[in-house]
């Protein structure tokens, strides 16, 4: 179920994997199961050792994980396409309400040791989040050869909370031709994709864990604020001009109902998320 929910937090633009990993309570486990991949373990499986490389990468937390993170990525690219395409206002409420309770969540965890001079740090976030949020997204076509560097920038930003990778490729302008990969089968695509992305997230996965064992609250700060400054990229009522560049408006008294009853689902949607790894002991 936490691969479910990774899976399709990675499909959403401005939603991030790593925070739901980060607020279920597997975010440790599974760094730790990112940075134990390494050459020698080729050895192992050459050896006939099953049993020792299954227990060096943690294989029955991790098989269901990637297994639910993949079902997630398949099945929810198909709804993305379409329900953008046909309620955008409403999809953009319900991942609004979630980015919400998700930000709120990490708020909850890094309260206990939050301080003053941490202050900053969120508001660098937040800031940074915002202005990147607000950039036009470029339209471009993808040589062979960028498939693997887009694939290793947006797996590795994935598993930081609070920024997506997804709105990483929305920026470069290689989104729509992603997902329309995915729900065609262009294996040839995905498989660089892949290849690059694998790359990137183990050596995200070693700088993650060599700094959050130096500067954790400064790090979750800062990833805090990120999470909230996301949410001008998600505001429901937005449009674009000739030109592309975003604009935010405020609802009107026809159009405000719909995606504030969404919004207010994503909030429950995050909630119970919240409460159920909570009751499980995981937050």
Not at 24 to 38: D, E, M, N, Q
Not at 145 to 165: D, H, K, R, V
């Amino acid at each position: 179920m936490r691969g479910l929910a990774m899976g399709a937090a990675d499909a959403v633009p401005g939603v991030s994997g790593g925070t739901i990993a980060f607020l279920t309570g597997i975010y440790p486990r599974w760094l730790a199961v990112l940075t134990a991949l390494h050459p020698r373990l080729l050895r192992l499986g050459m050896q006939g050792q099953w049993k020792a490389l299954w227990r060096v990468l943690d294989g029955a937390f991790v098989l269901p994980l990637i297994a639910g993170i993949i079902v997630a990525l398949i099945s929810v690219a198909h709804l993305i396409t379409y329900g953008l395409d046909a309620w955008p206002e409403r999809i953009w409420g319900l991942f609004f309400g979630l980015v919400m309770m998700m930000g709120l969540g990490l708020i909850r965890q890094i309260w206990p040791g939050f301080q003053g001079r941490h202050v900053a740090y969120f508001a660098i976030g937040l800031l940074g989040s915002a202005a990147l949020g607000l950039l036009q997204p470029v339209s471009m076509e993808m040589a062979w050869w960028g498939w693997p560097l887009a694939g290793a920038l947006a797996l590795s930003a994935m598993l930081l909370p609070g920024i997506s990778g997804s709105f990483l490729l929305v920026l470069i302008g290689v989104y729509p031709t992603l997902m329309k990969a995915v729900t065609s089968g262009d294996w040839g695509m995905l498989g660089l994709f892949a290849l690059g992305g694998g790359c990137g997230l183990i050596a995200m996965a070693h700088l993650l864990r060599w700094i959050l064992a130096r500067a954790e609250m400064i790090l979750l700060s800062t990833l805090t604020g990120v999470v909230f400054g996301a949410l001008v990229r998600i505001w429901p009522w937005q449009s674009s001009d000739q030109s592309g560049t975003l604009l935010l408006n405020w609802p009107s008294v026809s159009n405000w109902l719909s995606p504030t009853l969404w919004m207010l689902a994503g909030l429950m949607c995050g909630f119970v998320m919240l409460w159920v790894s909570q009751r499980e002991g995981a937050v």
